[in-house]
């Protein structure tokens, strides 16, 4: 097909440069018609010459067409018609002159010159007049083509030359001479053609629109001929294509037969096993052929996935147990080298004190009045004393903070409750802590959201959380505001504890959640309120928290419980 594309495109292009040649072989035949100049005849001979290179090619491209060979064919002979006839036109164009003072037609004006002037040199007037009504019929009948004019030509004649013979044979002679060429010159233009539809000039008009016609009717045969045999091709193609799609479909059906029951039993098995997570399901195919092969590899697979995930399941429980108990031995630690601090304050004062009173018993044993002396004493011991009160608190603190953190991990059970009337609980409890006229409290949360969680844990959060805004955020002399408001989005629950104190440095900001990470441990901060709400929250409530703390100041806790179940009940 794509070699008879190729052999179309040339034949076109060989009839557009015959169709070209043909075209400048009329036009150097019409300009010679025009301007009678034999310089042109050999222009058309060139042109002929090239028509007949551009017909061999052609015809040796349409060499196994024979209806178009026919065609182009008679283009030819019509095309060599027409050089016959321009030829003979040639011809008798010659013999009429190219010139006016050759040929016929220079005989003929020839003789009517002499007629007139022997006319006007006679002074015949009458015989004058008769001249020049021969003259205007001839030229009429030149003009006009008109028969009807030779006719009155040849009655005018023939009156003035009978005339002529009795009175005066000199011009006798010379009417009858013009007469002579005149009918000579009517005889050769008549074969030329008086117009474009007579003589030879009708023939070549008549030759140029055949051979337009036949050009045109054979370029219309090649693009049918072209489109007939594309047709034959496509409708052969199609049907090639039809029956090798009917041979596939044939194959696939059989093919289809063989594998849907084994693909159909794998990928039911894959269903269940994706629908239901049991990896306990198998294929229980044979391995005689692929899709058993496949099979039982699917059967391997799934075997050592239920390995693998009672494997991860034993070590995931392991590391969960490991998490807690490296976090609170963690805690532990931790609350161990801070308590040795104020038992180290105590430990020093106790000896401050020991060595006072000894001081004070060796005084009063020499009954020496140092009045003075045992006043700086008393006051010394009661500074000392002060110091181990204020040690014994912050160790009494922190025992505390911890017991809430054991007892945090075991207490608390999992409760459906209202979340907005727990945190108005805890914030109830709280009231003396926080009189109106040094906080402003708002509750931003759904009054009908539910959720299934530990109640204490939650009370813990929000307890710690108002003891911080109250150490670390409260500016003195300004009211503080405090924002509690919780939303569902995506399914998970948000819990969101702000308020717009001070807010956090930030180096303390990155390591917030670390145990006894404090700003105020010189004024009673322990700094385990933030390290036990992490660990409620992600171990207790299995959530996520976040703290931030804008440049402007304030703090946000940011609590998510991601697996917690909740409701929307009124």
Not at 191 to 211: C, F, P
Not at 231 to 254: A, H, R, T, Y
Not at 383 to 401: A, C, F, R
Request: net charge negative; aromatic share 8%.
């Amino acid at each position: 097909m794509y070699s008879h594309i190729e052999h179309t495109q040339l034949i076109e292009l060989q009839l557009n440069r015959l169709k070209k040649a043909t075209v400048k072989l009329v036009a150097a035949q019409n300009q010679y018609i025009q301007e009678r100049k034999p310089a042109l005849i050999t222009s058309f001979d060139i042109h002929y010459s090239q028509f007949e290179n551009e017909y061999a090619g052609l015809a040796k491209l349409l060499i196994h067409g024979p209806k178009v060979i026919n065609q182009l064919s008679a283009i030819e002979h019509e095309v060599e018609l027409l050089r016959q006839t321009l030829k003979r036109f040639e011809q008798f164009q010659i013999k009429l002159g190219y010139e006016a003072d050759k040929g016929v037609y220079g005989l003929f004006r020839h003789n009517a010159h002499q007629l007139q002037s022997y006319v006007q040199h006679a002074d015949l007037s009458e015989l004058e007049i008769k001249v020049l009504e021969l003259r205007r019929a001839e030229k009429d009948f030149l003009l006009r083509n008109d028969p009807s004019y030779l006719e009155s030509h040849q009655v005018i004649y023939e009156k003035l030359y009978q005339r002529l013979q009795v009175d005066n044979s000199p011009a006798a002679l010379l009417l009858k001479a013009y007469r002579q060429g005149f009918l000579s010159y009517i005889a050769v233009l008549s074969e030329i053609g008086l117009n474009y539809d007579s003589g030879l000039r009708g023939q070549l008009n008549t030759l140029k629109t055949s051979v337009n016609n036949k050009i045109l009717g054979l370029s219309n045969k090649i693009i049918l001929h072209d489109h007939d045999t594309k047709q034959v091709w496509i409708l052969s193609l199609l049907g090639v294509i039809i029956l090798i799609c009917s041979l596939c479909f044939c194959l696939m059906m059989f093919l289809h037969s063989r594998v849907s029951k084994k693909i159909n039993v794998i990928t039911d098995v894959l269903d269940k096993v994706v629908e239901f997570e049991d990896f306990t399901l198998r294929t229980d195919l044979t391995n005689n052929d692929e899709l058993g092969q496949i099979g039982t590899h699917i059967d391997k697979l799934l075997e050592y996935l239920d390995d693998l995930l009672k494997r991860l399941g034993s070590a995931q429980k392991r590391l969960l147990e490991d998490a807690e108990v490296a976090s609170f031995s963690n805690i532990i630690e931790r609350f161990t080298q801070e308590l040795n601090t104020p038992f180290g304050e105590v430990k020093s004062s106790k000896g401050d004190m020991v060595e006072l009173i000894a001081i004070l018993k060796s005084n009063l044993r020499d009954e020496l009045d140092e009045n003075t002396s045992i006043s700086e004493m008393v006051n010394h011991l009661e500074s000392t004393l002060d110091i181990i009160e204020s040690n014994l608190n912050v160790s009494e603190q922190l025992i505390e903070e911890l017991k809430v953190i054991s007892s945090s991990q075991n207490l608390d059970t999992l409760t459906n409750f209202n979340l907005l009337h727990q945190v108005e609980y805890v914030f109830r409890t709280n009231e003396s802590l926080l009189p109106a006229c040094d906080y402003d409290i708002t509750f931003d949360m759904p009054d009908d959201l539910v959720i299934n969680s530990y109640p204490s844990a939650i009370n813990q959060i929000i307890n710690l959380s108002i003891h911080n805004s109250i150490k670390h955020g409260k500016i003195a002399n300004k009211k503080l505001h405090i924002v509690v408001s919780a939303m569902v989005v995506n399914n998970f629950v948000h819990i969101y504890f702000k308020d717009d104190g001070f807010g956090i440095d930030k180096e303390v900001l990155p390591v917030i959640f670390e145990s006894f990470i404090t700003s105020k441990r010189h004024q009673g901060g322990t700094g385990l309120g933030m390290s036990i709400i992490y660990n409620l929250v992600t171990q207790k409530l299995k959530g996520e928290v976040k703290m931030q703390s804008p440049a402007h100041g304030g703090a946000c806790l940011h609590i998510i419980l991601s697996d917690t179940e909740f409701s929307l009940v009124q």
